[in-house]
């Protein structure tokens, strides 16, 4: 039997059991593709991140729901450079360089209330096509669906559809049928699904969100996502405020209808036509334990 030890951190919280898990194995230059897709299927963990040798790049990092693998994962980035760095394995630098699958993306590292806080820049914002009649696969009315700003599907390494919700309320009704999500996204079937309102329950936050996982991936609910609040903050320089220049930073609260309550830091600058996206988080150790490997 083959045993491999996988760490468990949360991301976007400081007290575990909160946020968004993922899960992390050091060792991943050892495993084949299939061995860390059935790593990641045996976690069971929205992403499990396996750190590599780059060329381009200080490291690589490859991610993967139980289902398949993904171009770029916020929570999964923040939770692999924070154990790497914790661990004593990326030395005294406090920027690196990370390769993925979305490209090359710059991380750093800073501190904060003594806490450690990463962040990462994520690929360039990119929007397309526009989807309607969603609300009942996500267990909600039509009418609790924004008109006024459009549903479309955003991403910045990830794809994803954004639905503007009216009302906060409407986040605890939510019962996603994911299933019936590729018939509908019939643009981008893979697509997951991020309903968002600008109605928050903390009072420092200024976006909530939910975030439904493309069945594909094995998974229902993502408790708090990286590149999806990503979108978020260009979604909301692009359609919420088209005038906007310069910089803004958003605070954007995930997880409370499944007890993982999380925060991602957005920040957004554009300059004419250039829009750049940077996620901030921070994550705790959990535990660490062994899946073993079919032969």
């Known amino acids: 039997m083959r045993k491999i030890t996988v760490y468990h951190y949360d991301a976007f919280s400081k007290k575990a059991g909160k946020g968004n898990p993922a899960g992390v194995v050091l060792n991943g230059e050892q495993l084949t593709d299939e061995e860390m897709q059935e790593t990641a299927l045996k976690v069971g963990f929205n992403e499990t991140a396996f750190p590599l040798p780059s060329d381009v790049a200080d490291l690589r990092i490859r991610f993967f729901t139980p289902g398949h693998e993904m171009k ?161 903050g260009a979604y909301y320089a692009t359609y919420m405020n088209p005038d906007f220049a310069g910089s803004l930073q958003l605070l954007v609260e995930q997880g409370h209808e499944v007890g993982k309550d999380g925060r991602v830091l957005v920040d957004v600058s554009r300059k004419k036509e250039i829009c750049e996206i940077m996620i901030s988080g921070n994550a705790v150790f959990v535990k660490a334990f062994d899946v073993v490997l079919d032969e």
């Not at 990119?126 to 549903?151: C, M, Q, T, W, Y």
Request: aromatic share 6%; charged share 20%.
């Open 72 to 232: 770029l994962c916020g929570h999964a980035t923040i939770a692999t450079v924070y154990a790497l760095k914790t661990k004593g394995l990326l030395a005294d630098k406090t920027e690196w360089t990370i390769e993925t699958n979305a490209g090359t993306l710059p991380v750093s590292l800073h501190t904060m209330d003594n806490d450690l806080l990463l962040t990462m820049q994520q690929a360039s914002p990119a929007f397309n096509g526009s989807v309607k009649n969603l609300a009942n696969s996500i267990g909600l009315n039509e009418n609790e669906i924004r008109e006024d700003i459009p549903v479309v599907y955003g991403s910045t390494g990830t794809w994803t559809l954004l639905i503007p919700i009216k009302e906060l309320a409407s986040f605890q009704k939510m019962k996603p049928d994911t299933k019936r999500f590729p018939a509908i996204l019939q643009e981008n079937t893979r697509a997951s699904v991020h309903p968002f309102c600008m109605e928050t329950i903390d009072p420092e936050a200024d976006m909530h969100a939910r975030h439904f996982s493309s069945p594909y991936s094995g998974t229902v609910e993502d408790a708090v996502t990286g590149t999806a609040s990503g979108v978020m």
